[in-house]
């Protein structure tokens, strides 16, 4: 399997799940201009031409960071109980953090007139406050087990570092016990980012 990635991209989170689960895979990093350190035309393999994109073994591709984080829970057992409360509020909270937070950050990387930035922070800093209640006291997102929400949080989290959203302490302390797991570390060394 590959994992197709731009560093820092919220394909860090599904690289950090892959070390997590377990599974093997090879990293492959993208381009600007859409061209794969593999020598590839990106496109060709995703014509959406967006990040994490996983190929698998037998040639299928799948793209969108909550597929590629399901796909790596369903195939090893690890990360996503197979049914249960636990199970559909972590795949709640990535679906909120891919539609929620991390579209949120779109004015900031386009780098949008600064009235326009000035409000994608004040909501992402309400978006990030509900995901601190939603933690609570739990040492993960939906409890005392990593799912696949956690990678994806922590991916959040740290944009939100890069770009000067302040986010309640819960995250903080979250952030540094997330960066703290040998997966992120190794996650963060494999993308040139440790």
């Given at each position: 399997?590959?994992?197709?990635?731009?560093?820092?991209?919220?394909?860090?989170?599904?690289?950090?799940?892959?070390?997590?689960?377990?599974?093997?895979?090879?990293?492959?990093?993208?381009?600007?201009d859409?061209?794969?350190?593999?020598?590839?035309?990106?496109?060709?393999?995703?014509?959406?031409?967006?990040?994490?994109?996983?190929?698998?073994?037998?040639?299928?591709?799948?793209?969108?960071?909550?597929?590629?984080?399901?796909?790596?829970?369903?195939?090893?057992?690890?990360?996503?109980?197979?049914?249960?409360?636990?199970?559909?509020?972590?795949?709640?909270?990535?679906?909120?953090?891919?539609?929620?937070?991390?579209?949120?950050?779109?004015?900031?990387?386009?780098?949008?007139?600064?009235?326009?930035?000035?409000?994608?922070?004040?909501?992402?800093?309400?978006r990030?406050?509900?995901?601190?209640?939603?933690?609570?006291?739990?040492?993960?997102?939906?409890?005392?087990?990593?799912?696949?929400?956690?990678?994806?949080?922590?991916?959040?989290?740290?944009?939100?570092?890069?770009?000067?959203?302040?986010?309640?302490k819960?995250?903080?302390?979250?952030?540094?016990?997330?960066?703290?797991?040998?997966?992120?570390?190794?996650?963060?060394?494999?993308?040139?980012l440790?």
């Open positions: 399997m590959k994992l197709f990635y731009h560093p820092g991209a919220c394909s860090l989170a599904v690289h950090i799940a892959l070390i997590e689960a377990g599974l093997p895979f090879e990293l492959v990093s993208i381009s600007r859409k061209r794969t350190a593999d020598g590839r035309d990106f496109l060709d393999l995703n014509p959406h031409g967006f990040v994490p994109t996983l190929e698998l073994d037998d040639g299928n591709v799948l793209s969108e960071a909550l597929a590629n984080l399901v796909y790596i829970a369903e195939r090893t057992g690890r990360l996503l109980p197979k049914e249960g409360p636990v199970r559909w509020h972590a795949i709640e909270a990535v679906s909120f953090m891919t539609t929620e937070l991390h579209g949120g950050f779109k004015p900031l990387w386009k780098r949008a007139p600064e009235a326009e930035q000035t409000t994608a922070k004040q909501i992402l800093t309400r990030f406050a509900a995901l601190a209640a939603q933690l609570g006291d739990k040492p993960f997102v939906t409890g005392v087990h990593i799912t696949i929400a956690d990678p994806y949080l922590y991916v959040m989290l740290r944009w939100a570092r890069t770009h000067g959203i302040v986010v309640p819960l995250l903080d302390a979250y952030y540094g016990r997330m960066h703290e797991r040998p997966s992120v570390e190794k996650a963060l060394t494999g993308e040139g440790g």
